[in-house]
């Protein structure tokens, strides 16, 4: 198995709309990959991700795969 089958992973989806936001919030949901509502991205499960997904938890679905 490689590396990164092994290591947990975080699957992390916009459910609110980015309009109205501060420029912080902007700019931390546009470094995770996200754009529109309803898309999703796979990251590391790590303390940078956990951090950002805690802050912005009333914006996102987070998942542990």
Not at 37 to 53: A, L, T
């Amino acid at each position: 198995m490689s590396e990164l089958a092994k290591e947990k992973q975080l699957k992390i989806t916009l459910k609110k709309s980015l309009i109205g936001r501060n420029d912080r919030q902007k700019k931390s949901i546009e470094a995770l990959g996200l754009r529109k509502i309803g898309q999703s991205v796979i990251k590391q499960d790590n303390p940078q991700m956990r951090g950002i997904c805690q802050k912005m938890d009333f914006m996102l679905d987070v998942e542990e795969i």
